[in-house]
């Protein structure tokens, strides 16, 4: 499987910005894209965005969306999440993980291949 690598997260304030990366090493299958998960303490894993890769389309979550954007490099290995205006509601551990359905899933059960996670945690 591809192991995938979060970066980037931090201690904000609220309105401030932050850029997650999410590479990905290894020869094994790639999925037909990737996506990004969030879990606060106490929740479930919650959907963020995903982009896929044969067209670079994406999908967010209402909470996030025209907030966030999602991204990938043209090599395929690394994706980003552009964070902007965060909010202390956005506190949580960031996940992204390998999209093994060809559609812009929101399930957890259509991706493998987790990463650790980033903590990104926002002060008000």
Known sequence: QVQLAESGGG???AGDSLRLSCSGSGRAWNGYGRGW???APGEEREFVA???W???STNYADSVKGRFTVS???AKTTIYL???SLK???TAIYYCAVRKVPYSAREAKDYLSWGQGTQVTVSS
């Open 11 to 13: 201690l904000v304030q």
């Open 37 to 39: 998960f969030r879990q």
């Open 50 to 52: 995903t982009i896929t």
């Open 54 to 56: 044969s067209d670079s």
């Open 72 to 74: 990938r490099d043209s």
């Open 82 to 84: 552009d964070m902007n």
């Open 88 to 90: 202390p509601e956005d």
